[in-house]
């Protein structure tokens, strides 16, 4: 079953890919794997079951998703914040997310983004300091948009997802580690209901 569910997205991302242009690329097979997984029935749904079963199909993977090639204006990189330290500062772990985003803002500067997490510590919260990171890199300050009140991963997918709706997103690539990727996906395709599709990518 997951070796033909496999096949019929390999196929399917080819055929997109080469429908829209984007083939000349040559992707690598992770992401066209994942581009087509994202846009099903059974990822982009409302049937908690399917979500999780093609959720796990799914390769974690820093190849940039193919909807960032395909609209990257409506696309939204989404990094996940984690816990400061004490006195405000990132952790390594979160400096790997932001280092993985900034490729990605970089890479597609037409893309928005939005910084997710709260829980302050010394009156910063988690998302005010991926902000002003990604700010000292480059990355202009109006670009971002911050979810500042979640305080889990659960929240971070409900409160981003009325963030992509007021914006109009049409989709969103969430950036975070390995051993979050596939619960945060999760949690985020539940979150948007079927509305937009929901992609990922881990620190190279």
């Known amino acids: 079953m997951r070796r033909t569910v496999v096949a019929t997205a390999v196929a399917a991302a080819a055929a997109v ?3 829209t242009g984007q083939a000349a690329a040559t992707p690598a097979i992770d992401t066209v794997v994942n581009g087509a997984l994202s846009v099903t029935p059974l990822c982009q749904g409302t049937i908690d079951a399917l979500i999780i079963a093609c959720t796990e199909l799914e390769k974690l993977t820093p190849h940039f998703p193919l909807m960032l090639d395909l609209n990257p204006r409506g696309t939204h990189l989404v990094v996940l914040g984690a816990g ?8 390594p772990v979160l400096e790997e997310r932001l280092e993985a985003a900034l490729r990605a803002a ?4 037409e893309s928005p983004i939005v910084v ?7 009156g910063v919260t988690e998302a005010q300091a991926m902000k002003d990171w990604l700010v000292v890199r480059g990355i202009p300050p109006e670009r971002i948009t911050e979810e500042s009140q979640s305080t889990s991963t659960v929240e971070n997918a409900r409160f981003t997802n009325d963030v992509l709706l007021e914006r109009r997103a049409t989709g969103a690539v969430l950036v975070t580690n390995r051993d979050h990727l596939e619960r945060a996906m999760i949690n985020f395709r539940q979150a948007v209901d079927a509305r937009i599709p929901i992609a990922g990518i881990v620190p190279a």
């Open 106 to 109: 970089q890479r597609y500067p």
């Open 84 to 91: 400061l330290t004490d006195d405000g500062k990132i952790r």
């Open 17 to 19: 890919g080469v429908s």
């Open 116 to 122: 997710t997490g709260g829980v302050p510590r010394n």
